[in-house]
């Protein structure tokens, strides 16, 4: 009884340190969040048995050290080695939490941890903003986030909350009302964050998001009336960006602009100058794919290029494919691009199967969404994205374990 106990007790010590892990991260403290990783690493190399080798682990281990490998032809060695700590973090992420979720239950527990520590990062947001800068300005910045990072995680917290949502409809506990209105509360308060991060991907992660998980987790006319639902809600928020004076300020030029740019109606002050800049950075990217398309210019090398032009403005391609081509060319492209793909289509794989599909259909979207948004976002070093990858590639493995025995 002794022994039960304490392996109970270490797994709860486990998940104190990853959940303290995902707060310093979720609110960009670098320091804390390496310590607690470096802390992380000594426990599972020092007091496991073994290390798990796993598929995201390799992965990990080969792209970042081809990112590396690239110093033998990157321009600048400088910029190269400025995602020295992100890498080793990155790959530091693939060892610790393989190490700790062991079992389908584990996942369901860090998903948890992930999502207060979501809700942890909004509560620091609402006290830290001073009431006249919603809606005055960006919010994110108050507590070390770009806004655009801000805004995709509380997207992403609106899918974790309609996931428990509906989780709490399939189980049968008089406690579940209080638990679906808490879901709700919170979807909402996620919601009006990312609107008020000003983020145009954070939106469409919401509104796109949102729409296809409800419509999916649904069948027959269920699943139409919900898409109608959902679709009139989208509508209705950006009726609100665009009638709210306060959201307007923060969210509705940035969208009016760009689709002005876009369709070239725009006047001088309605130019959505981020857009313009953005397309120039992909524009350049792809002309110095065309020079270096095999190797790359060399890792974070793209900023080199953009001082080598005299540019202003010293940045990377604001594209994770661009980005990527220009920078480690095709091989690191296929390198980091074939696992998504590959975990993309092991999650369609098993949909049918899977006992879970709520969750199934959530991580089909959150990597769906991802993709997609990386033609706006420079990505992979995105720790949270790491996180969530790493999660759901732990649960794509769990699930063919069961399948083979």
Not at 267 to 284: C, G, H
Not at 317 to 346: C, D, M, R, V
Not at 373 to 381: A, F, H, I, Q, R
Not at 383 to 395: E, R, V, W
Request: hydrophobic share 50%; proline share 1%; glycine share 6%.
């Amino acid at each position: 009884m002794l022994i039960k106990k304490s392996k109970i007790n270490i797994q709860h010590i486990k998940y104190i340190i990853l959940f303290l892990y995902f707060v310093s991260f979720a609110t960009y403290h670098e320091a804390i969040f390496t310590i607690i990783t470096f802390f992380l690493l000594l426990y599972t190399i020092f007091f496991n048995k073994k290390i798990t080798i796993s598929n995201i682990l390799i992965w990990g281990i080969v792209f970042w050290s081809y990112y590396f490998l690239s110093l033998l032809w990157a321009k600048n060695e400088d910029d190269l080695l400025e995602y020295i700590t992100i890498g080793i973090q990155m790959v530091g992420l693939y060892i610790v939490i393989p190490s700790i979720v062991k079992k389908e239950s584990h996942i369901n527990v860090v998903l948890k941890l992930l999502f207060f520590s979501l809700i942890y990062t909004a509560v620091l947001l609402i006290i830290k903003t001073p009431i006249d800068d919603w809606g005055s300005d960006r919010v994110g910045l108050e507590i070390g986030l770009h806004p655009n990072n801000l805004g995709l995680r509380m997207s992403t917290g609106v899918l974790f909350s309609l996931y428990y949502f509906h989780k709490c409809n399939m189980e049968l506990n008089k406690k579940n009302s209080i638990k679906k209105m808490f879901y709700i509360i919170i979807a909402i308060i996620f919601a009006t964050i990312a609107l008020f991060s000003g983020s145009k991907k954070a939106l469409v992660l919401l509104v796109v998001g949102s729409l296809l998980f409800e419509t999916c987790i649904s069948k027959g006319v269920k699943a139409i009336g919900k898409f109608l639902i959902f679709t009139v809600i989208g509508i209705s928020i950006l009726f609100l960006i665009f009638n709210n004076k306060d959201l307007y300020e923060v969210m509705g030029k940035r969208v009016e602009g760009m689709f002005l740019t876009i369709i070239g109606e725009a006047d001088t002050k309605q130019i959505d100058a981020s857009l313009v800049e953005r397309t120039f950075y992909m524009k350049q990217a792809m002309h110095l794919f065309s020079l270096h398309p095999i190797l790359g210019y060399g890792g974070n090398n793209f900023k080199t290029y953009m001082r080598e032009l005299n540019y202003s403005h010293i940045a990377y391609s604001h594209n994770n494919f661009t980005e990527l081509l220009s920078t480690l060319g095709i091989i690191g492209f296929l390198i980091y691009y074939s696992y998504w793909i590959y975990i993309l289509i092991s999650l369609f794989k098993g949909l049918k199967k899977d006992k879970n599909k709520n969750l199934t259909i959530m991580f089909i979207i959150l990597v769906g969404m991802i993709l997609l948004l990386d033609y706006g976002n420079v990505s992979y070093e995105n720790k949270f994205n790491a996180i969530l990858l790493c999660i759901i590639s732990i649960y794509i493995a769990m699930r063919k374990e069961k399948d083979i025995k």
